[in-house]
């Protein structure tokens, strides 16, 4: 069964400096996501994306975010000065029809 | 007003019984969509089960069956014959509007569920 798959598994980072999750979404999907899951809370969407633009985001999603689908494959979750309470899993999902499919999650521990 | 409701932090069961974890909704849309994921330690979610509002029949998969309750809005999981592999995070998620592409989901609290040997 296809899958999304997310590098790296674990990424460890200063904080203020920048970092780059990112995900290979199912090929004929057409939808991707991202979320969020502070150590020991529930998942929180973080942002949408469609047709090359964003299509919904959550407070959380503020400017230090951005997200950018650079070929025809790879989906991108920038964080450009990361805080240490950007500390989180990072899951990005993808759908074409229900249910949302997710990916294994990016561990980000900021130092 | 929370969208979903997981009032159950942690749960214990024996192992091969069956347990039921509560979960309940808040929408306004006609048209929703209710899954129950996994998350073992290892901290990937897995998608279990899902019930669109408008199915007739609770869904199942395997071990695991929607108890699903429109008017009272709660769309409990519940796993037959618990097995030790079972103990994980369970969080039940809601989508608003009609299925098809787009599904963003709305995650509960999530509930700890340990299985006893």
């Known amino acids: 069964e296809p899958e999304v798959t997310q590098t790296p598994s674990h990424q460890v980072t200063q904080m203020g400096q920048e970092v780059i999750l990112r995900c290979v979404p199912i090929?004929?999907?057409?939808?991707f996501y991202w979320y969020r899951q502070i150590l020991g809370q529930k998942v929180e969407f973080l942002v949408s994306?469609?047709?090359?633009?964003?299509?919904?985001k959550s407070e959380i999603f503020d400017d230090q975010f951005s997200v950018e689908r650079p070929d025809g494959s790879n989906f991108t979750l920038k964080i450009r000065s990361t805080k240490l309470e950007d500390s989180a899993m990072y899951f990005c999902?993808?759908?074409?029809?229900?249910?949302?499919?997710f990916g294994d999650g990016t561990r980000l521990s900021i130092l | 007003a929370q969208k979903i409701t997981q009032t159950q932090p942690g749960m214990f069961v024996q192992e091969k019984e069956a347990v039921t974890l509560d979960c309940t909704y808040d929408?306004?849309?006609?048209?929703?969509?209710l899954f129950w994921y996994k998350q073992p330690s290892s901290g990937e979610m897995i998608f279990l089960i899902y019930?669109?509002?408008?199915?007739?029949q609770n869904a199942t998969e395997g071990r695991y069956s929607l108890n699903f309750q429109k008017a009272r809005k709660s769309a409990n999981l519940v796993i037959s014959a618990s097995q030790l592999g079972d103990s994980a995070m369970y969080f039940c998620?809601?989508?608003?509007?009609?299925?098809?592409?787009?599904?963003?989901?709305?995650f509960g609290t999530g509930t700890k569920l340990q299985v006893i040997p």
């Open positions: 019930q669109g509002s408008y199915d007739q």
């Open positions: 929408t306004s849309d006609p048209s929703y969509g």
């Open positions: 999902a993808s759908s074409a029809d229900q249910p949302q499919h």
């Open positions: 090929s004929n999907h057409l939808y």
């Open positions: 998620a809601m989508r608003e509007g009609p299925s098809g592409g787009y599904q963003k989901v709305t």
């Open positions: 994306f469609y047709n090359n633009e964003i299509s919904e």
